[in-house]
């Protein structure tokens, strides 16, 4: 909730925007709810203000400076930790920066600052080129790959992050920076994975490659034979090059063509198999898979990316959700560290929550960003997801079981940065960014806390993932 100090500043704020030029009706009513993710009356900011472009970006951040009010960025509104709008921030919420600019000869597409994964895959469809974007399609894609983010063509292209070539970002001093490898290569590493840290993304400029379609294999196996159904993934993963990108989810299972109608909605485990190379490798590196004798139905099938996004959607349906997520990174998972979480992870709070591990490797090795976790072998998400609000204990719970579980393969104390949640983020708990970011690969910490003070040096953006300042640190 708002303290008195910030209530007495929300009454100054408005004043000071229209003064600087924004529209009366972009400033919005911050009680009235918005698309965020868990927005609940605890993250309502003091106002939020619809940006149309980036001098609105502009005027509001100067604005901010000058009053001394934090700042949160609403994208895609789909983080878990609701990050995007945060009590006592000023919310600019991107959305209407949603201009996408494919520009095939320089094999380069240019999206707005509140782009969704959705548009751009669809804005993609036909042109021959796809990059790594997230499943959920409302998720924002400079969201996704400030985080560094994963995607259906990951070990292919690394993390999302990775394809950023070039970026606006309007900073914490109020000034526009045209972020690419010859001005600031220092800058450019850090927003690869290091957040929104440093200011507010208005445009970024992503590398697609060239790829039409995938091959993709969906191996469903009921609760009995999960545990094989991970071990699957695992295998496949090690023993596959980089064409192949694996995912397995201890989830509900969906309706699948074969599927037993009795084992839909129950829970099982969902592999889910991408395949961008050519017919013949992918044909090696996927047959084995299509007939593995435990599994409960297997789809296979060539599918644009658009065609694949609008298979996986329905698993999101909803807009507006709370979540409690658990997330980290491990090098090594034997057969007991899988049956711990199998016996965790089935009895499913819920329907909307999962339990997934991704295999990395491939480009996310090669990369070049901070996103933490680069050269761990597994990536670990405990998704806990709610619509009905009665659903929230037993999710929490759920996820704190599975969390015990990770604890015993989790390197370090570094989290997923997209997969932060509420209790694990924001400006009471910057330590989280510094054991992050201290385990990345990246701009090492003490450059990202040095870019930090350089561009945030009020520290206005406090609501991302964030790190300790040299000045905190001492
Ligand atoms: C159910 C679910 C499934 C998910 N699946 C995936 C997945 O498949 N792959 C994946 O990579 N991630 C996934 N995520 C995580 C998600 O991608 C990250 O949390 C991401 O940061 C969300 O971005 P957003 O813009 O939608 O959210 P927001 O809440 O709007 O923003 C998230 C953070 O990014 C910052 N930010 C957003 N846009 C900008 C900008 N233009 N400039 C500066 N800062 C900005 C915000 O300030 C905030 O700190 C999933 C999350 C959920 C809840």
Redesign the pocket.
């Given at each position: 909730m708002a303290d008195r100090r910030s209530q007495g500043i929300a009454g100054r704020i408005p004043a000071s925007l229209t003064d600087r030029g924004i529209a009366p009706e972009a400033i919005q009513d911050p009680a009235v709810p918005s698309r965020?993710?868990a927005g609940t009356p605890d993250t309502a900011p003091l106002v939020r203000v619809r940006c149309r472009d980036e001098s609105d970006v502009l005027a509001a951040i100067t604005a901010c400076a000058g009053l001394g009010v934090p700042i949160?960025?609403?994208?895609?509104?789909?983080?878990?930790g609701?990050?995007?709008e945060a009590a006592g921030t000023v919310c600019l919420d991107?959305a209407g920066l949603d201009r996408i600019e494919v520009d095939p000869e320089a094999r380069t597409v240019t999206v707005g600052?509140g782009v969704t994964a959705g548009a751009l895959d669809r804005a993609l469809d036909g042109t021959g080129f796809a990059l790594n974007l997230?499943?959920?399609s409302r998720?924002?894609v400079?969201?996704?790959a400030?985080?560094g983010?994963?995607?259906v063509l990951l070990r292919r292209l690394g993390f999302?992050g990775d394809r950023i070539v070039a970026a606006r970002l309007v900073d914490g001093t109020g000034t526009v920076r045209q972020v690419d490898e010859r001005r600031d290569p220092e800058l450019l590493r850090a927003l690869r994975g290091g957040?929104?840290n440093f200011g507010?993304?208005t445009e970024l400029t992503l590398a697609p490659a060239p790829i039409r379609d995938f091959h993709v294999v969906q191996l469903a196996f009921a609760a009995d034979h999960a545990a094989e159904g991970l071990s699957l993934v695992l295998d496949l993963a090690a023993g596959a090059g980089d064409d192949l990108t694996a995912v397995a989810f201890v989830r509900a299972l969906p309706p699948l063509p074969g599927l037993d109608p009795a084992l839909v909605g129950g829970a099982g485990v969902l592999a889910l198999l991408v395949h961008a190379g050519e017919a013949g490798v992918a044909e090696r590196d996927l047959g084995p898979a299509t007939l593995h004798p435990r599994a409960a139905a297997v789809v296979a099938g060539r599918l644009t990316p658009l065609q694949l996004r609008e298979r996986l959607e329905p698993a999101?349906p909803f807009e507006r959700f709370g979540?409690h997520f658990r997330s980290g990174f491990a090098d090594r998972l034997g057969d007991g560290d899988i049956e711990a979480f199998v016996d965790a992870a089935a009895p499913l709070p819920g329907p909307h929550s999962a339990f997934e591990i991704v295999p990395l490797g491939g480009a996310v090795r090669r990369g070049e960003g901070c996103a933490p976790g680069r050269d761990a072998a597994f990536m670990i998400n405990v998704?806990g997801?709610w619509v009905e609000p009665e659903e929230a204990a037993a999710t929490r719970e759920w996820a704190a079981g599975l969390d015990r579980v990770l604890a015993a393969v989790r390197r370090d104390e570094a989290r997923v940065p997209?997969?932060v949640s509420r209790d694990e983020a924001g400006s009471g708990n910057a330590g989280l960014g510094d054991a992050a970011y201290a385990a990345g690969d990246g701009p090492a910490l003490p450059i990202l806390r040095e870019l930090k003070n350089r561009h945030d040096p009020h520290r206005l953006f406090t609501?991302?993932l964030t790190f300790t300042t040299d000045q905190e640190h001492a």
């Open positions: 965020a993710a949160s960025v609403l994208g895609g509104g789909y983080s878990p609701a990050l995007g991107l600052g997230p499943v959920p998720i924002g400079a969201g996704a400030l985080s983010g994963v995607g999302i957040g929104g507010a993304v999101f979540a998704m997801l997209g997969f609501t991302a």
